[in-house]
């Protein structure tokens, strides 16, 4: 199977994240993945339109990779795409 895999800029996997997928129709978040050990998650959904934003706080967003989604034989949306985050240094 495919998966999105969630890396920082040297390209190590991210566990442990929250990525979220939105609605871009109805602007809501309609579902939600944590990054396994190897920074890897994926959607299925129905066809539509989506964007990944990744929900933790504790990290901003450098990249997504730009690629078409794969449409599975039953019709259903693969959203698998690798992002590239950073970690935001909170100020102590």
Known sequence: PEYGVVRDKDGNPVKGVSVGLRD???DKIVGKRITDGEG???FVVNKGEYQLEILETNYEVLGIEEKE???LS????L???DIVVKPIEVEK
Do not use: T
């Open 24 to 26: 871009v129709e109805f």
């Open 40 to 42: 890897k998650y994926r």
């Open 69 to 71: 989604d794969r449409v």
């Open 74 to 77: 039953d019709g259903s949306l």
């Open 79 to 81: 959203i698998a795409r």
